[in-house]
């Protein structure tokens, strides 16, 4: 038997976009058509977001802490930090070591009686697509940050007292990326394993838009849930399991 040998398969979103259409029962044929099956890509992929972590988005990152700042900015499309550890001696084969550093709640971070205090970071509030406005910074009153909107930003407990002694080492989940409609930048930012969600997802947003597709629309949504379910449980953390039976009496 002879094989390709390949395995290599790809989906621009030209032809996401038009088995999508296909799908839901109609031919793309307009520039039209191919606008409106991005809009609607993009939306889908945020909604993905919303239904818990994708594990191909996450992504490592460190931050350097600096003595007497509280205050530290995120990659603008941070969505949420799923983990936190405080890092000492960084670089250091003989002696770096991980920390725990608590995530705390606004309301748990506000009930903190001095807020200026220093020392290693213990806790941390992590502040999602905050709202513009000025926060405390630093040990000093004075000191305080000045954020934009929509900007994801951790403040931590107590400050550090150093600028050389910590990192801040941690995952964090981003937002998927734009569909690209420039040439050479049309690939989906997603797993091979999620085109057929992304097909079958974008087939129903597609038949919703469009009245003579109505009918379809059940159809459509099962065969996107049953596809998100596949890929969702395919894109777990996978770690051995063993199984002890219990020899002794019941």
């Known amino acids: 038997m002879a094989t390709s040998g390949t395995a290599t398969f790809n989906m621009p979103f030209a032809e996401l976009a038009e088995e999508a259409w296909e799908r839901a029962g109609r031919e793309l044929r307009t520039g039209y058509d191919l606008r ?3 809009r609607s890509m993009n939306l889908l992929t945020i909604e993905w977001a919303n239904r818990g972590i994708n594990l191909w988005t996450i992504d490592e990152g460190t931050i350097q802490l600096t003595k007497d700042d509280a205050t530290y900015t995120l990659p603008a499309d941070t969505i949420d930090v799923c983990e ?3 890092r000492t001696n960084a670089g250091d084969a003989s002696s770096q070591s991980d920390l725990s550093l608590n995530r705390i ?4 971070y506000s009930a903190i009686p001095n807020k200026l205090s220093t020392g290693r970071p213990l806790q941390a509030v992590v502040h999602r697509l905050g709202q513009a406005g000025t926060y405390q910074s630093g040990s000093l009153s004075s000191a305080t940050t000045t954020l934009g909107a929509n900007v994801s930003f951790l403040t931590l407990w107590p400050v550090p007292d150093s600028s050389t002694a910590y990192q801040i080492s941690y995952y964090r989940m981003r ?9 050479g ?3 989906a930012d997603m797993p091979f394993r999620f085109f057929p969600c992304a097909v079958a997802g974008l087939a129903y947003y597609i038949a919703m838009k469009v009245p003579e597709l109505a009918p379809r629309i059940p159809m459509l949504k099962q065969e996107y849930e049953d596809q998100f379910r596949l890929a969702s449980e395919e894109d777990r953390e996978k770690t051995s399991a063993r199984f002890v039976p219990s020899i002794g009496r019941c």
């Open 36 to 38: 409106t099956a991005r």
């Open 84 to 86: 936190m550890n405080i």
């Open 105 to 108: 709640s606004i309301p748990t």
């Open 175 to 183: 937002r998927i990326q734009d569909m690209g409609s420039e040439a």
């Open 185 to 187: 930048k049309t690939d």
